[in-house]
């Protein structure tokens, strides 16, 4: 770095603007926001701790030298205060080094973008009315370079001013302000409006993005050439001095973050504009709705809605099909319903509709939720409790309220005779006399012991085998473990109660 003989020795001198304070740097990432400042003139009134004259910062030049501190920092506690930040005053914390955050780029294969400062076309804007206003380019460069080495301490934003203490050659840190006059009134309405006019420039705000047909609203946003006023608390009175020149390169990298910052130098916080906006978007779009014309709507006259009319015949219905077709294939996902379940339901609701449009009656529809359950439980191929099988009778007697070995059994009987099948396993009743009596004569007839009656049941003596007449006028054959009662439905429904007993066994067998 070249030196410079004269601010050497006015940074050697004893003036009273350099018992100050002392600053730490803290080597941290790119610094986010802790809030937002009120300008003031003394260290306090920004923030600023006022730290102890003998402190000394670690990696600095020897009193005397003119170049800048080691890019090598160390951590230390920072003199700013984020805990009184608000609204209108955001400090942020000291940029590291930009030599320890990326890895030299050769010289042969370093670009004309090397030479950008920020990133962000505002930040170069701001970067740009620093460098044309300036009397000074080497005292530009030598801030450039406390900027780039991470000489800046954390830097406190409020309305109108930038503040932030700066190493130089000496141990003790200089008091560095940038000023920047506010917008009026009258700027921020021209502004909040042309934010406003297109939803783009609201989400590009809130993306930390300043479009560039926002800033040319006829606004003075970024600064120009003499409108950055810089103060340090050095012997320097360039204009810019390099520490002040320091803290100005140091926010182009805070605007190219969030440009909000800049929004807040100009006069206005974050929250207030964003609400502001907020407000305003919606004024807009009531009156762009009030000032809609209503579309006509459509109508004829009442007089000819009135007059009598001969409507036309409904057209011919489709013919019904001769079956329900089959459903598609439903593929078996991990985690996801039964397949063949799926199958089933669609197969079941298929036929439902083909009946209703054929026949015009659901012969479902009068079912209760139990008589449906083992309807659909019925209607499963095949016999025994399998692992599928298992899952739904589960499923469908839990929403009926029933233990699946209920609806095992209440299955046999719909198996075995329908809906009046069902009602013989669960309906006992008091048939009339005739064909009940006459059934115990036809039993003995045909070389079976005397059958025990009690309503419309009729026990063999050795309690395994028993016939239930439904109201029907069938017989219905139930088996049981002898002395348990334990009924299960088996056998064909006969209107002969000796027919009925076909397939349990001859009668020597009974």
Known sequence: MAHDDNNTAREGSSDPRTSTSTSTFASASMPMPTSMPTPGDGPRAAGLAEPPAEAHLPGTAPLGTDSPTS?????????????????????????????????????????????????????????????????????????????????????TVTPGLVLAYVQGSRPRPYRVQVRLRT????????????????????????????????????????????????????????????????????????????????????????????????????????????????APLPGVRAAEALLPRQLPPLPTPLPVPPHPEQPPVYPAAPGGPDPFALDQLATDAAARAHALLSTGRDPVAELTLWQDAVRLAAARPGSGLTAGTRALYASLASAAGRTPAELARAVAAWRQGGLEGLAVLEEPWDPPAGRFDRARPLLLAADLPAFRPRRNHLTHPRGHVQLRLGRDGLWYAYESEPGHDDWWPRGTPDLDPVGALTGLGTPSDL
């Open 71 to 155: 890019s090598t920092t160390l951590r230390h506690h920072s003199m700013a205060a984020p805990a009184r930040d608000g609204e209108l005053r955001r400090t942020f914390p000291a940029f590291p080094s930009r030599a320890s955050l990326a890895p030299a780029t050769p010289a042969t294969s370093a670009s004309p973008d090397d030479a950008r400062f920020a990133e962000t076309w505002w930040g170069n804007a701001w970067v740009a009315a620093l460098e044309e206003g300036a009397l000074d380019a080497k005292r530009l460069a030598r801030g450039r370079s406390y900027a780039e080495q991470g000489h800046v301490d954390a830097i």
């Open 183 to 294: 917008l009026d009134d009258a700027d921020w309405a021209r502004f909040l409006d042309a934010a406003a006019e297109r939803p783009g420039h609201i989400a590009a705000l809130l993306d930390k993005e300043l479009p560039q047909s926002l800033a040319d609203c006829g606004v003075p946003l970024l600064p120009g050439p003499r409108d950055l006023d810089p103060h340090c608390s050095c012997p320097d009175h360039g204009h810019p001095c390099k520490h002040a020149a320091a803290l100005c390169y140091q926010t182009a990298r805070l605007l190219d973050a969030d440009p909000f910052v800049l929004l807040l130098l100009r006069g206005r916080g974050e929250r207030e504009l964003l609400d502001a906006l907020s407000r305003l978007s919606a004024a807009r779009a009531a009156r762009a709705a009030q000032e809609q014309e209503p």
